[in-house]
C-alpha cells in the first residue's frame, strides 16, 4: 500500500472513531458533544474522500493509454 493509500485508510478510521464516539455521547443525553463530534467525524470522512480522490487521480496518470 503506498503512502496516498495509507492516508486514505488512517483517515477513514479516523472518521468512524469519531462517528462511533459521537453516537455513544448521543446515546449517554449529551447532545451538544455528540453533536459537535459528528461535525468533526464529517470534517474526517470528507478529508478522506478528497485523499482518495486525489491518488485516484494521481495514479490514473500513471497508466499508460491505450
Known sequence: MNDSNQKVVEM??????????AAEQHG???HA???????IALEHATKA???????HRESERHVPRV
Open 12 to 21: 477513514h478510521k479516523i472518521a468512524a472513531h469519531a462517528h462511533l464516539a
Open 28 to 30: 449517554k443525553g449529551d
Open 33 to 39: 458533544s455528540g453533536h459537535e463530534t459528528s461535525r
Open 49 to 55: 474522500f478528497e485523499l482518495a480522490q486525489a491518488a
